[in-house]
């Protein structure tokens, strides 16, 4: 008889270790690799100064093609174009081209008068009250027209009302740069790209990094992913008009970039092949309260020595960026990622957690995740597992790459609450589960709110005014697809960052159907970024490319299978039982052994893994 087991670790507790540099680099491949297994995607170089101690990838490059990411891979670098922007801006400054205190009126026409005092410091710092940022993804074709030409992106941005007044808040600002970007192209004479080509990548020896797509790149460029799993195709399929990047990029993100050459540009700022140290000290000075620095983040706390850095996300295209340079310790770590896991950016887990190896914060080694061993053939274990509840379990097999080795895996779904909650945490966190209760029921209600267009109703969950828009949409998407005919809510599960989404599946009467969701944060609803490009049935209701509330993968390790969340840096085991001329089942244990739940396998039950949705 086979047994299969759930069991739920809290694992990677923190002690005082110190590691030797050859402890290091095995303690870094450990835990690469199982962050490979388990979600991470993307490539990660380790160095401490000029000595590579881990330079690898992980997870696919094309999940449909089955390409793996390797260290030469291309990824959209997102926001960490920003450190580049301000890196060329203190040149310039040093140079003696401009000045910190110049303010914008000295190099735009026609600046409106409560921008006036904008100075370059302000852009630097994001403090300049610019609030609006104008993506090519979110704006129609007449904006997106106005943004191909510089005057003309300026012009349209200074138009827009300010946030705050300049230099009494913070607010993140993409048109910042966009504008420094411009500043640097008036100052220099020559075109922003042009500038960072000759004037610092050059010198950093960096020949992989800028606006331009690399030959062959339907090999080299990762797309970027996001739950479902949707495949936003390459940086440019959504944000490039064309092969062209527009003004809304420029000098904040959407650059292409490699490993091997953002190590080259570490390198360039640690060795003041750049700048001088007396200028760098100024560009990483910290302003204000926070860790903001000159366009990049200076990071000091008692927790962890000085670091230096600045990541990066398009979201939901999925590509995520960090890269950090710790000056008194000389390592620097990087990470390119191609993929977001419940509204959640992969870099940030697997960075903290590598910084907590270096420093003696975190074990490296798991004694729960073991060496994968390859034994059996996975498919035996397909299909459904359903609960007295009616919640299911559909399991399927999948295939990673971890450092350019295949591992088989088994991928399992939740439908259904109590399924979700076991499947999460074993159904141990009882606060949550009652949460989740909670906001099935408010679900519910906004649902038979809509259906029945009781305004009253849906002031419990925002604004009159708001309330009739959204009863207004839905009598749109009625018209289109006819009455609701039946809806199902099928869990709530908790994001990777503030918040959770219940997800419920809808059919109208023209036979329209699918799986909808809607995104709860401190007990409101809540219009989540992550979201924006998916189709809505109303206000806060959009369409899920995840057909289940929560997925979890398995690799086969000793004594059954073992899944990882790295962003809740906890692990569950699985064995399957089998005995004769029974259904095999399952059986989840608490930590300490006891046993939750017994779930029967569904006879002759099959069950697809998720394909890879294109984004249109």
């Known amino acids: 008889m086979r047994i299969i087991l759930f069991k739920l670790f809290i694992l990677f507790f923190f002690t005082t270790i110190g590691y030797s540099q050859k402890d290091l680099k095995a303690c870094y491949k450990s835990y690469m690799e199982t962050a490979g297994a388990f979600g991470f995607s993307g490539a990660v170089l ?54 910190l205190t110049d303010t914008i009126t000295k190099y735009f026409k026609e600046v409106p008068s409560d921008k006036r005092n904008i100075t370059i410091h ?28 510089r005057n003309s992106y300026i012009h349209r941005i200074l138009r827009f009302p300010p946030g705050y007044e300049t230099g009494k808040g913070r607010s993140y600002s993409n048109t910042g740069f966009a504008l420094l ?35 062959n790149y339907e090999t080299k460029v990762a797309h970027g992913y996001n739950d479902g799993p949707t495949d936003y195709g390459f940086p440019w399929t959504t944000q490039w008009e064309g092969h ?40 990483f000075t910290r302003y204000g309260p926070n860790d903001q620095a000159y366009g990049w983040y200076r990071t000091e706390n008692k927790t962890s020595p000085v670091y230096f850095s600045h990541p990066g996300d398009a979201v939901p295209q999925g590509w995520n960026t960090d890269l950090r340079i710790y000056p008194d310790d000389g390592y620097i770590f990087i990470i390119l990622a191609n993929s977001r896991i419940r509204a959640g950016s992969t870099r940030r887990p697997v960075m903290n957690k590598l910084a907590e190896i270096t420093f003696g914060k975190a074990a490296c080694q798991n ?32 295939t990673i790459s971890v450092a350019n080795r295949k591992i088989n895996q088994l991928l399992i779904e939740a439908e259904g609450q109590e399924a979700v909650d076991l499947l999460a945490f074993g159904g141990q966190m009882k606060d949550v589960v009652e949460e989740n209760k909670l906001l099935n029921a408010r679900t519910d209600s906004y649902l038979q709110a809509l259906i029945n267009k009781d305004e009253k109703r849906l002031n419990e969950f925002f604004s009159l005014d708001t309330a009739r828009d959204a009863i207004a949409e839905w009598t749109e998407t009625e018209k289109k697809y006819g009455p609701v005919s039946d809806y199902t809510i099928i869990g709530t599960s908790q994001l990777n960052q503030r918040g959770s989404q219940t997800f419920f599946r809808i059919k109208f009467q023209k036979r329209q159907s699918g799986v909808y969701k809607v995104t709860w944060r401190d007990s409101k609803i809540w219009n989540q970024t992550e979201d924006r490009l998916q189709p809505q049935l109303t206000y806060f209701i959009v369409k899920s490319n995840a057909r289940s509330p929560l997925i979890a993968s398995f690799v086969q390790a000793d004594n059954g299978f073992v899944s990882y969340d790295l962003f809740k840096d906890r692990t569950i085991r699985i064995h399957f039982v089998q005995e004769k001329d029974k259904p095999g089942r399952m059986v989840f244990l608490s930590n300490t052994g006891e046993e939750i739940a017994s779930i029967s396998a569904d006879k002759d039950s099959h069950v697809p893994k998720p394909s890879v949705i294109k984004y249109q």
Not at 375 to 394: Q, R
């Open 46 to 99: 380790i160095a401490k100064n000029d000595s590579i101690l881990l330079r690898e990838g992980y997870g696919w490059s094309d999940q449909e093609k089955a390409i793996p990411i390797t260290p030469p891979t291309f990824f959209d670098i997102g926001s960490f174009v920003k450190a580049f922007t301000a890196t060329a801006i203190m040149q310039l400054v040093e140079r003696g081209k401009l000045k």
């Open 122 to 149: 302000h852009l630097l710092t994001h403090s300049s009250g610019l609030v609006y940022d104008d993506f090519y993804d979110q704006i129609s074709q007449t904006a997106r027209d106005s943004i191909k030409n």
């Open 181 to 215: 970007a411009a500043i640097i192209e008036i100052v220099s004479g020559i075109p922003y790209e042009k500038y960072l080509q000759e004037n610092l990548f050059k010198p950093a020896g960096m020949h992989e990094t800028g606006y331009s797509i690399p030959l």
């Open 244 to 283: 062209v990047p527009l003004w809304d990029l420029m000098g904040n993100g959407g650059m292409l970039s490699t490993v091997d050459d953002l190590f080259k540009w570490a390198q360039a700022i640690n060795s003041n092949k750049l700048i001088s140290d007396a200028t760098k000290t100024i560009m």
């Open 367 to 398: 004694s729960v995740l073991n060496p994968v061993h390859q034994k059996e053939n996975l498919d035996k274990y397909a299909g459904t597992y359903s609960m007295k509840s009616g919640s299911k379990f559909h399991v399927s097999i999948g």
